[in-house]
């Protein structure tokens, strides 16, 4: 009886660090935030940083997620998340530059590799304070065990803590090199730091030992300032932004908002009588969430009559069009958004789309087209597979029907369905052929994945 009472305790205090431990890994089930301008225009901003990092910009992935919070980070792999709330908050371009610099520094340094070289020590001390903790209750001391078990917890968070710290100074080191390799200015950088230490100010976070001690990050003034007297003495320092990728980055916010936000609290930032691009943008993403497709129209009409040529004005016309149930009419507009991108996945998904939506089988076929060449360049598209299954079951090709079904249903994570779906096209599908490959290697991932997920519980 005497061990019950302490053993109790430790296990609750265990259990609070193990989720005060989880709290801080990114969650799994944030949505992501898909849109081809935004894309381009990440893929644009981040080349030359990640060029200059030593890394090939096709093989760097920028992921926007759905999340209003302002953070970006990496999680393994060469993909840096970017929040919603990150854009919105961000005045220029060159802040979230400075924001991108920085996550690849995290990547560049190994740092979610090399997680394992600050938990084991932390989880050393963790272990060791436990038997001692343990071992004083066994001699029937629970208040000293407690308190042995209490400093212990309290060293292992410290090593932690320290390490991550380290961390985050040495991907600030790199975003300084990296900007200045690249020639781009650190302004925006420093700029973006000074929106942090504002909110710090604002939620009244207060800068002392124990503030320090207890944050994954070093003190924002500390880093600002070791910041801003790199910066200064880089040539790159008062080097004027891209004028063109500002305006690209103004009407990807505009979009962010007209997409996120209410139809009202769009129309109050972005009001009728801003007629510059991004606020036509966000305008016509208000209008049509309203069903005013009038109105969504006149604004995508607009933004073509500055440009006739912007394909993402008329990717913007052929979804209000199609969505509004007129398919046949937004066919012209995707088909031509579709060529000058170079069959860009996402937009070429949409024209597949509206050809499928008109129910007209000589549209078939060129559907079959575009929705083929938009997953040969990006296989992480679960709606362009179904599109594909559609015409596959159209055409009466049911093996590659429920293969494509298996692809959309791995990429949505339905492990169950996916595995039956990719048997039965590796039943149908000729043997060997790289249809029957493919189907194969499905359910050996989705039969794997859900093992593991059966181990985890």
């Keep these: ?9 430790l296990g609750r205090v265990i259990a609070a660090t193990l989720i005060l431990a989880l709290s801080s890994v990114p969650a799994a089930a944030q949505s992501v935030l898909r849109d081809a301008e935004t894309e381009a225009l ?19 992935d920028l992921v926007l997620l759905n999340e209003n919070s302002i953070n970006a980070f990496v999680a393994g792999g060469q993909a840096i998340y970017i929040h919603s709330g990150l854009i919105s908050a961000a ?3 060159q802040e979230v530059q400075g924001v991108i610099a920085h996550e690849l520094g995290h990547i560049t340094g190994g740092h979610v590799i090399r997680g394992d070289e600050g938990a084991r020590p932390a989880t050393g001390i963790t272990l060791l304070s436990l038997l001692l903790g343990a071992a004083a209750a066994a001699a029937g001391s629970t208040d000293a065990g407690m308190g042995i078990f209490m400093a212990g917890q309290q060293a292992a968070l410290g090593k932690y803590l320290a390490f991550s710290r380290a961390q985050e100074s040495s991907a600030d080191a790199a975003s300084v090199q990296f900007l200045s390799k690249a020639g781009i200015s650190g302004k925006g950088s420093v700029d973006f730091f000074k929106k942090l230490q504002s909110q710090e100010f604002r939620y009244g976070f207060k800068r002392d030992a124990d503030a320090e001690f207890y944050s994954t990050h070093p003190m924002t003034a500390d880093r600002l300032t070791t910041l801003q007297d790199s910066f200064e003495q880089d040539p790159a320092w008062n080097k004027p932004a891209d004028p063109a990728l500002q305006a690209r980055f103004l009407r990807v916010k505009a979009k962010l908002v007209g997409y996120l936000a209410e139809p009202s609290a769009t129309l109050a930032a972005y009001p009728e009588w801003m007629t510059d691009a991004p606020a036509r943008m966000a305008r016509a993403y208000a209008f049509h969430k309203e069903a005013l497709m009038d109105k969504a129209l006149a604004e995508t009409d607009a933004l073509l009559a500055m440009d006739p040529n912007d394909p993402y004005a008329l990717e913007l016309k052929g979804q209000v069009l199609l969505e509004s149930g007129k398919p046949r009419e937004a066919i012209a507009p995707l088909r031509r958004a579709t060529e000058l991108t170079q069959n860009a996945p996402l937009i070429a998904t949409t024209l597949g789309h509206a050809l499928l939506a008109t129910e007209d089988k000589a549209n078939f076929a060129e559907a079959e087209r575009v929705l083929k060449t938009a997953v040969a360049r990006d296989r992480d598209n679960p709606f362009a597979w179904y599109q594909l299954g559609v015409v596959y079951e159209a055409q009466g090709d049911t093996p590659r029907a429920r293969l494509a079904s ?10 169950p369905d996916a595995l039956q779906n990719a048997e039965a096209a590796e039943g149908a599908l000729p043997k060997g052929s790289p249809d029957w490959l493919r189907a194969q290697d499905i359910a050996m991932s989705a039969r794997a994945m859900i093992e593991r997920a059966r181990k985890s519980r």
């Design 406 to 415: 298996a692809e959309q249903q791995l990429g949505e994570m339905q492990l």
């Design 42 to 60: 990440f893929h644009d901003m981040a080349a030359p940083i990640v060029a200059a990092g030593g890394l090939d910009p096709k093989a760097v």
């Design 1 to 9: 009886m005497t061990l019950t009472s302490p053993f109790r305790q």
């Design 91 to 93: 005045d220029n371009a």
